[in-house]
């Protein structure tokens, strides 16, 4: 008899961004040291901004002396106490397998009762086809894909693609398949110990979590969800295909500008910007700073709408209570909105990202407030024609603009 665990939705909770933990890699992509580029974005999107004055305690006169006391005192008590603490991060770059779970174990122990764990993994996909005859066992399949993989599978090091091989074995007719994606974190080890499978996170979702996937295989982890062992998981989950720009090559674009989908999520007006060919060169900063208007007033229309949703899972409703995740959801319904609209891609679902638990329907890229969001931005750039707008949508917004043209 299978056991059955009871998934909790305590919709009055209060949780918190406690902790995060960070893991990237990807090859040839930019890093600093150990940081690669997307880490470093997410690592800028989990901080708070200085809003007040800073606080100088004891030292001050004495901050001159570098080589005393006072000097690490003064940098310690440079802070603004307006703010509560930032998110504790953990950044692993090419980890071993059982050292990130080993560090992911660690940090679940230690989150507190009213804590939830950010996971953020940006890797290629790797996927391990076992094909047998029918009268193989299990421990063959095991053996020949062991012995297989060291002989016939590039090293990391010297691999010179984006994604890890992926293997594939064949035997005789009438076939058993034995299939299972994963995310290559660029371990060095044999077999199954190169891959994080989505089963290795689900023994975690005791704890509360939100997960960000960044990867062509990001919609494998998708069967966590249903599969939790005591708190429903929130995903956010890239599209397994690279979203790209007229004049960019998909391997030029994650060496150089790293991810579209975690840009969006740490910059969503730069990517925005990136997409459809708009540089720092040929823009103007007033035009800009208006479009961060913009936006900010469409990311607030769309809370509003989630907020007064009564089909709003209840796990998005603890999202929504702390700022850092609600900022992460309401860019990723920016983020979709310009995916499922942009002309060169339009209908294709390999370029769509996907959340889950699904969020309502009144925040879907083909409804009026989606739209509308992105047309605004598009005519602000006067790059409309990138993307594929409803004709009811595309009129109203030209009557309006008609409408202020003549107010004015």
Same mark, same amino acid.
């Given at each position: 008899?299978?056991?059955?665990?009871? =998934?909790?939705?305590?919709? $009055?909770?209060?949780?918190?961004?406690?902790?995060?933990?960070?893991?990237?890699?990807?090859?040839?992509?930019?890093? #600093?040291?150990?940081?690669?580029?997307?880490?470093?974005?997410? =690592?800028?999107?989990?901080?708070?901004?200085?809003?007040?004055?800073?606080?100088?305690?004891?030292?001050? *006169?004495?901050?001159?002396?570098?080589?005393?006391?006072?000097?690490?005192?003064?940098?310690?008590?440079?802070?603004?106490?307006?703010?509560?603490?930032?998110?504790?991060?953990?950044?692993?770059?090419?980890?071993?397998?059982?050292?990130?779970?080993?560090?992911?174990?660690?940090?679940?122990?230690?989150?507190?009762?009213?804590?939830?764990?950010?996971?953020?993994?940006?890797?290629?996909?790797?996927?391990?086809?076992?094909?047998?005859?029918?009268?193989?066992?299990?421990?063959?399949?095991?053996?020949?894909?062991? *012995?297989?993989?060291?002989?016939?599978?590039?090293?990391?090091?010297?691999?010179?693609? $984006?994604?890890?091989?992926?293997?594939?074995?064949?035997? $005789?007719?009438?076939?058993?398949?034995?299939?299972?994606?994963?995310?290559?974190?660029?371990?060095?080890?044999?077999?199954?110990?190169?891959?994080?499978?989505?089963?290795?996170?689900?023994?975690?979702?005791?704890?509360?979590?939100?997960?960000?996937? !960044?990867?062509?295989?990001?919609?494998?982890?998708?069967?966590?969800?249903?599969?939790?062992?005591?708190?429903?998981?929130?995903?956010?989950?890239?599209?397994?295909?690279?979203?790209?720009?007229?004049?960019?090559?998909?391997?030029?674009?994650?060496?150089?500008?790293?991810?579209?989908?975690?840009?969006?999520?740490?910059?969503?007006?730069?990517?925005?910007?990136?997409?459809?060919?708009?540089?720092?060169? *040929?823009?103007?900063?007033?035009?800009?700073?208006?479009?961060?208007?913009?936006?900010?007033?469409?990311?607030?229309?769309?809370?509003?709408?989630?907020?007064?949703?009564?089909?709003?899972?209840?796990?998005?409703?603890?999202?929504?209570?702390?700022?850092?995740?609600?900022?992460?959801?309401?860019?990723?319904?920016?983020?979709?909105?310009?995916?499922?609209?942009?002309?060169?891609?339009?209908?294709?679902?390999?370029?769509?990202?996907?959340?889950?638990?699904?969020?309502? !329907?009144?925040?879907?890229?083909?409804?009026?407030?989606?739209?509308?969001?992105?047309?605004?931005?598009?005519?602000? #750039?006067?790059?409309?024609?990138?993307?594929?707008?409803? !004709?009811?949508?595309?009129?109203?917004?030209?009557?309006?603009?008609?409408?202020?043209?003549?107010?004015?």
């Amino acid at each position: 008899m299978q056991e059955e665990f009871p =998934v909790s939705s305590h919709a $009055n909770r209060r949780l918190v961004l406690r902790d995060s933990i960070l893991s990237t890699y990807h090859h040839n992509e930019v890093k #600093f040291t150990e940081l690669t580029i997307d880490t470093y974005r997410m =690592v800028q999107c989990l901080e708070w901004e200085p809003c007040g004055s800073f606080s100088l305690k004891g030292g001050a *006169n004495s901050g001159h002396n570098e080589s005393g006391p006072n000097r690490v005192n003064l940098l310690q008590d440079i802070r603004d106490p307006s703010l509560p603490p930032n998110p504790r991060k953990v950044i692993l770059y090419r980890p071993s397998i059982t050292h990130y779970l080993m560090v992911l174990a660690t940090v679940c122990e230690e989150l507190p009762s009213d804590g939830i764990l950010l996971i953020y993994l940006s890797a290629p996909g790797g996927l391990q086809t076992v094909t047998l005859s029918s009268g193989s066992s299990p421990d063959t399949v095991h053996r020949i894909a062991e *012995n297989s993989d060291g002989a016939e599978m590039a090293s990391p090091i010297n691999s010179p693609s $984006n994604s890890p091989p992926r293997t594939s074995f064949h035997e $005789n007719d009438n076939q058993k398949t034995n299939s299972e994606a994963g995310l290559w974190l660029g371990s060095r080890g044999a077999g199954g110990s190169k891959y994080l499978y989505p089963c290795d996170l689900i023994p975690f979702t005791r704890k509360p979590i939100f997960l960000v996937i !960044d990867s062509d295989n990001s919609h494998a982890f998708k069967i966590i969800h249903g599969a939790e062992k005591g708190e429903t998981i929130a995903m956010l989950l890239s599209p397994i295909s690279q979203l790209i720009g007229t004049d960019f090559a998909p391997d030029s674009v994650r060496h150089q500008h790293g991810s579209y989908f975690t840009l969006f999520l740490t910059a969503p007006l730069q990517a925005f910007c990136l997409l459809v060919n708009i540089s720092g060169m *040929n823009l103007d900063k007033d035009t800009y700073n208006k479009a961060e208007k913009l936006l900010s007033s469409s990311l607030s229309e769309w809370e509003s709408t989630l907020l007064t949703s009564a089909s709003l899972h209840p796990v998005w409703v603890e999202a929504l209570g702390d700022p850092f995740l609600r900022r992460l959801l309401l860019r990723y319904i920016f983020c979709r909105t310009v995916y499922a609209l942009y002309a060169k891609t339009f209908r294709r679902e390999e370029f769509l990202p996907a959340c889950l638990p699904h969020l309502p !329907d009144s925040v879907l890229p083909e409804e009026t407030i989606s739209q509308t969001a992105v047309l605004r931005l598009a005519n602000m #750039f006067n790059v409309k024609d990138y993307f594929a707008f409803s !004709d009811g949508i595309a009129a109203s917004e030209l009557d309006e603009n008609e409408s202020t043209t003549d107010e004015c």
